[in-house]
């Protein structure tokens, strides 16, 4: 394998360099200094020569920041130095106890410091950086052991992953807390909402279940971000570089990490209570959610003096805000259908402020919640917010309820398209199975239009959206029946582009069975539960008749998988729709193919990254036309690994066990011989 020379180790370190300040411009700092597409092309050009010569990829890369596979599980960890809870305070006069306290135990000491800083609501972290860079990242636990989401950490653009410190010592821990941004939180929760399912009550359970995902990617996508608070070098005395908490904060500024910018240096305890009181308020209008004030005592000497109790520091503690909650009348209970066909009862109740807004709506989750909290039209409800976006029921004032109210049922019918709702033994959610509900179609034609489906080529999400609502699409059968003289009563539907899309949707007739059942949007059937059935039931007559044991039987698939698949097919409407998509020509049955005998029968492909000009399905049918087949993963049984741009740990593993690597244009060659 050709190893780099100087020049190329050099543009590589530059590169890194450039995007690491870019990056710590832009979300740190908040003041960026290079536009997205120069950005876009460093990376480029770096992540290009990580792939052609894999020495050079390091950990402290921007390249490092999304791992490629997701992982199986999170192994428990020790922390090297325990995350103790702070002692809580919930007003003036609990600080000032706290605050007599610790004069006591230091009678020698007169004045002291005190830093205060925004106690921010999200998940603790531990980081560990070892010769400057990040090596582990462990969620706080029980304070003494934690699990190990590094993969997950790195997908934090606030968190470096090289640590900006001339002479840096060999390790270097850093505490803070990594939080939603209150914008994001409300996005993925409208996202939620839109698929119908559970919404995150507050952004630190969104926060929490973020880390925990196995998958970096969805992590990534759900733009954590974090504040440091804490400092620590372990194996020397931490005041060679910081003597006070303020000068650590500082330095962690300096390292490259955000630090809150809220803080204050407070000479007295008084100072402390006015910076309290003025953040009772001016938190409401902040970007992200804080529940109180951390109160330390400056000093680092002072700390050690003081020291710890079994649970907490005795030199800090959190100054918490009283929880908002208020009585509100519940006027009404309606049921929401998502997407996904997902039935959300919600309370409209009798407008009231919370934190800063006007409250009128709140969720109530599901049938599960409504037995709990017995709600019911006309109760008289306390409703929380408490520093939170997602107004919640906390309980219902039953002394308070009117006679004669009724208790609330979940309906058996969908009351949007009246067929029969189910709900899944084990599930707490209520859900509509047909496919034709208008509430569901948007979705469903969304799902039907995408790339691993019937990948029609111009039907956006928004056009898609028109469709329904000038009511000129009921399924997506419908699709089918369209003309260009429909089309271009749309918005911006010129002729020749109504034309094109009529072309796009009679060239997805050609789509396999496989596409087509995937295309259905049946619960729990991916394009590769898809493809598995379609080979065992190799036409939509065969799987519709199944029984859910033979379902089952097959291999991957499984009850749940077997139970959703069965009951798909016995909606009636669902049932109609199979047999107008029969009619429209679409392909409902497998092609009997002759297995080609060619050069390359029975050899095994894989691929990776993106592709110029191929889509991934495209390539693997070209491939499978040879006789070959095509493989997610790469083994010593690969033998040639088909390569694109941004492609991951596959090149570097095929390298190593020597397998042929191929290009897009060396492919096609290949497959012409």
């Given amino acids: 394998m050709e190893s780099p020379n100087l020049e190329i180790k050099q543009r590589a370190s530059e590169l890194r ?108 972290l531990a980081l560990s950086y070892e010769n400057g860079i990040l090596v582990r990242g462990v969620t706080r636990g029980d304070g003494v052991t934690g699990e190990d989401i590094t993969q997950n950490v790195r997908t934090i653009r606030s968190i470096p992953l090289k640590l900006e410190l001339e002479n840096c010592p060999p390790l270097v821990e850093v505490r803070g807390e990594a939080f939603l941004p209150l914008d ?72 490259g990490f955000k630090v809150n910018p809220n803080r204050t240096l407070s000479p007295t305890s008084q100072e402390v209570a006015e910076y309290y009181q003025r953040w009772d308020t001016e938190r409401l209008n902040l970007p992200y959610m804080t529940d109180g004030v951390v109160v330390k005592l400056n000093s680092f000497s002072l700390q050690e003096q003081l020291g710890f109790t079994q649970k907490f520091p005795r030199w800090a503690i959190a100054l918490k805000y009283a929880a908002e909650e208020a009585p509100t009348r519940v006027e009404n209970i309606v049921i929401n259908v998502g997407r996904t066909g997902a039935l959300t009862p919600l309370a409209h109740m009798r407008p009231v402020q919370l934190a800063g807004t006007t409250v009128s709506r709140a969720t109530l989750h599901n049938a599960d919640r409504l037995k709990e909290l017995d709600i019911r039209i006309g109760d008289t409800v306390i409703v929380r917010k408490a520093g939170e976006i997602i107004p919640e029921v906390l309980r219902v004032l039953r002394e308070l309820r009117p006679p004669d109210t009724q208790a609330f049922e979940m ?136 029984e859910i044991h033979d379902i089952a039987a097959v291999y991957g698939i499984g009850a749940e998988i077997a139970g959703s698949v069965h009951q798909w097919f016995r909606i009636p409407a669902n049932q109609t729709l199979i047999s107008r998509l029969q009619n429209l020509g679409l392909q409902l049955e497998a092609e009997v193919k002759e297995t080609p005998i060619t050069p390359l029968t029975g050899k095994t492909f894989v691929i990776t990254g993106t592709l110029p000009t191929l889509k991934r399905e495209e390539v693997k049918e070209l491939i499978e036309k040879t006789g070959a087949k095509v493989t997610d993963s790469v083994s010593k049984k690969t033998d040639y690994l088909v390569v694109g741009a941004e492609a991951g740990s596959k090149l570097t593993k095929a390298q190593k066990l020597g397998i042929t690597c191929l290009e897009e244009s060396q492919l096609l060659e290949l497959l012409n011989q």
């Fill in 184 to 255: 994001v939180f409300q996005q993925i929760n409208q996202e939620r909402l839109t698929v119908g399912e559970q919404l995150f009550a507050n952004p630190r359970n969104a926060a929490a279940g973020t880390l925990r995902q196995l998958n970096p990617k969805i992590v990534a996508k759900r733009k954590l971000d974090f504040f440091a608070y804490t400092l620590h070098i372990p194996g020397q005395d931490d005041t060679s570089i910081a003597r006070t908490q303020w000068e650590a904060l500082e330095l962690l500024q300096k390292m």
């Fill in 411 to 546: 309906p058996l019918n969908c009351p949007v398209c009246h067929q029969k709702v189910v709900r899944t033994l084990g599930e707490a959610v209520t859900r509509c199975v047909n496919a034709s509900c208008p509430a569901i179609l948007k979705g469903a034609i969304e799902h039907w239009v995408s790339r691993d489906a019937l990948d029609i080529n111009g039907m956006g999400e928004k056009l898609g959206y028109q469709l329904v609502e000038r009511g000129l699409v009921h399924s997506v059968a419908d699709l089918y029946e369209l003309t260009t003289q429909k089309l271009q009563t749309l918005e911006r539907m010129g002729n020749k582009l109504a034309e094109k899309l009529i072309d796009a949707i009679a060239l997805s007739k050609t789509k396999p069975w496989s596409r087509v059942l995937y295309g259905l949007g049946i619960r729990h059937v991916g394009s590769v539960n898809a493809q598995t059935l379609t080979q065992q039931f190799p036409s939509i007559e065969q799987l519709s008749q199944a």
């Fill in 17 to 124: 360099s450039l995007l690491q300040k870019a990056s710590y411009a832009y979300y740190v700092l908040d003041n960026p200094i290079m536009e997205d597409a120069v950005y876009d092309s460093l990376y480029r050009e770096l992540q290009q020569l990580e792939t052609q010569y894999p020495e050079l990829a390091s950990l402290d890369s921007p390249t490092a920041r999304v791992g490629e596979k997701p992982a199986t599980g999170f192994k428990s960890v020790q922390h090297r130095i325990p995350l103790y809870s702070l002692e809580n305070a919930f007003n003036i006069e609990e600080l000032q106890n706290w605050e007599k306290r610790t004069q006591r135990q230091t009678p020698s000491i007169k004045v002291a410091e005190y830093v205060c800083e925004l106690k921010i609501d999200g998940s603790a």
